[in-house]
């Protein structure tokens, strides 16, 4: 049988496969819907599956594990707002790759705001992610190549990195079924009290023209993206610590590159397969000579997944 610690891999592998695949399919949906839109609809129709996946963990729902969802989400919603608004302005691959650089966003966080000691070898591994960030994101000509989607996404990369130790701190103390729903719901309710402000501000005006492009796009990110792939990391975080899931979560841009080359024939070059491989040399550093995981043998969580 499977242990926990190797099921939470394969769990985040699969999570980033999920998140890599979908960056063609949204930014192609993006010519028919404006950002705060799709998000709201998509966290929305999200929210709605997983409260009835879950709904035996949310009658046990507290205002404490409410109030950790929240936070966690308030994180996840500015995360994608970053990111699916710098999907405008940048590649499918690029933006995949820039939010990797969360690999090292988040050890770098916990160093300096917890003052927590961080392994040699997850250093290592997290800096030969982001070389590997770089020559997958940055032009030769260096960064003065970059385009204005490019910052954004990577306010996106910080973003999620503390959403990932948010999800660390509280995943141990309420029900992972709970927390899940929370989380996507208040990105959910965030991006629909957007929708008229930005309205009223001229930033941005709701739009949506139905496409088949655009309901595919909704669906295959509220069902597999959010309601899986979400629901997936929030349980494996309570086998891996949050350093550890960041450098498995740097598989997105790889599997991002790959969707991109299949589908819109973006050119992979050699300074790309490069920065794949770095990539891949940080997991096995952190895998193979990072600590032991937090919990390699722990119980199941309290509530099941079908909570």
Same mark, same amino acid.
């Given at each position: ?38 998000? /709201? ?9 997983? $409260? ?15 109030? %950790? ?11 994608? %707002? ?13 933006? $995949?790759?820039?939010?990797? %650089? ?8 916990? /160093? ?16 030969? /992610? ?22 954004? +996404? ?21 029900? +992972? ?37 655009? +309901? ?15 629901? %997936? ?52 550093? /952190? ?7 937090? $919990? ?12």
């Amino acid at each position: 049988m499977l242990s926990k610690h190797f099921r939470a891999d394969l769990a985040l592998g699969f999570t980033a496969l999920i998140w890599g695949a979908t960056f063609v399919v949204v930014k192609d949906a993006l010519a028919d819907v404006s950002v705060f839109m799709y998000i /709201a609809v998509r966290f929305a129709l999200a929210a709605v599956v997983m $409260a009835i996946f879950f709904r035996r963990a949310l009658r046990g729902l507290t205002r404490s594990s409410i109030w %950790a969802g929240a936070q966690i989400g308030f994180f996840m919603f500015a995360g994608y %707002a970053f990111q699916t608004t710098g999907l405008k302005f940048t590649s499918p691959s690029k933006a $995949a790759f820039i939010t990797g %650089a969360s690999v090292v966003i988040v050890p770098l966080l916990l /160093a300096v705001c917890s003052k927590r000691r961080v392994n040699a070898w997850i250093w290592a591994g997290a800096l030969a /992610a982001l070389a590997g960030l770089y020559f997958l994101t940055v032009p030769p000509e260096g960064f003065g190549g970059l385009n204005r989607g490019d910052p954004l +996404v990577f306010g996106c990369a910080v973003m999620f990195a503390v959403h990932m130790i948010f999800i660390s701190r509280y995943v141990a103390h309420h029900s +992972v079924g709970a927390l899940a729903v929370v989380q996507v719901a208040t990105t959910a309710i965030l991006a629909t009290i957007a929708l008229p402000l930005l309205s009223v501000t001229n930033v941005e005006h709701p739009r949506w023209v139905w496409s088949g492009t655009l +309901v595919f796009a909704v669906l295959i990110t509220a069902l597999g993206s959010t309601a899986f792939g979400f629901s %997936a990391q929030t349980w494996a975080q309570q086998y891996a610590s949050p350093t550890h899931t960041a450098i498995l979560i740097s598989l997105e841009p790889v599997f991002a590159a790959l969707t991109s080359w299949f589908l819109a024939r973006e050119h992979l070059g050699g300074r790309i397969l490069l920065g794949a491989a770095l990539i891949f040399a940080g997991i096995l550093l /952190a895998e193979l000579k990072g600590p032991a995981p937090i $919990a390699p043998e722990s119980p199941e969580p309290v509530v099941r997944a079908t909570d």
